[in-house]
């Protein structure tokens, strides 16, 4: 079974800080990967995803990823986090033959000081 | 449009207590799924519905039933409610299809086991 792995639980940064989340999945196969973002008491909201084509993908708030098929990567980051950005981020693979079934990471709560 | 909607937002139940909660999208959506979210474990199907009259185990299926009532509306029981079912609950929803679609989650429901 597929599982993925988000490293880092906790991160603390402040204004202006760089950021960046590691994701390191365990399907050998063609995957679509995604990046989920959870504002405190909202739902999770789409950050932005990868099917195909360029690895380096744009998202919405200035957030972009990586995804590196050699290291079963894909990387979230920002070059300038904001207070806005305090939430917890959740890396996701849907695997090429899992329908439309998504394995989610542990999550990364990221708090970011004014 | 509401887009996906749960009921109740929270819920405190004693053990043994049965429960049903409600999950209802207004976009057409083919499949939908129900997660729970635990700390550090990220989000966990436990049950999902393909299409409408179809239902199949997740992850995590035991302590709990499922019923696809219509196209609209995918509900998840709680028989008999134990502490280990505390966690925030999340319906979800995407339009079926050759290849993968974005997943739309609702706001989640609290749910606490005494």
């Known amino acids: 079974a597929q599982s993925v792995s988000q490293h880092n639980h906790h991160v603390i940064l402040s204004e202006a800080a760089s950021l960046e989340l590691g994701c390191n999945y365990s399907?050998?196969?063609?995957?679509?990967l995604f990046w989920y973002v959870q504002y405190p008491g909202q739902h999770l909201q789409l950050l932005l995803k990868?099917?195909?084509?360029?690895?380096l993908v744009k998202g919405i708030k200035g957030f972009e990823a990586e995804f590196i098929k050699s290291k079963f990567s894909f990387n979230l980051r920002k070059p300038s986090v904001q207070w806005s950005d305090t939430a917890e981020y959740f890396c996701?693979?849907?695997?090429?033959?899992?329908?439309?079934?998504?394995?989610f990471g542990g999550g990364t709560r990221l708090m970011v000081k004014p | 449009n509401a887009g996906v909607t749960q009921t109740p937002k929270f819920q405190v139940l004693k053990t043994g207590q049965s429960m049903t909660l409600q999950c209802a999208q207004d976009?057409?959506?083919?499949?939908m799924y129900w997660y729970r979210q635990d700390p550090g474990m990220g989000l966990r199907l436990i049950y999902y519905s393909a299409s409408e009259g179809t239902t199949d185990k997740g992850e995590v299926p035991n302590g709990y039933n499922v019923s696809r009532l219509n196209k609209r509306e995918f509900s998840l029981r709680l028989e008999s409610a134990a502490p280990s079912q505390t966690s925030v609950y999340f319906c979800?929803?995407?339009?079926?299809?050759?290849?993968?679609?974005?997943?739309?989650f609702g706001p989640g429901t609290r749910l606490t086991v005494l």
């Open positions: 990868y099917f195909s084509g360029d690895p």
């Open positions: 996701a693979v849907n695997a090429y033959n899992a329908g439309n079934m998504l394995t």
């Open positions: 979800a929803s995407t339009t079926a299809g050759t290849s993968f679609n974005e997943q739309f």
């Open positions: 976009m057409n959506h083919n499949s």
């Open positions: 399907y050998g196969g063609t995957v679509n």
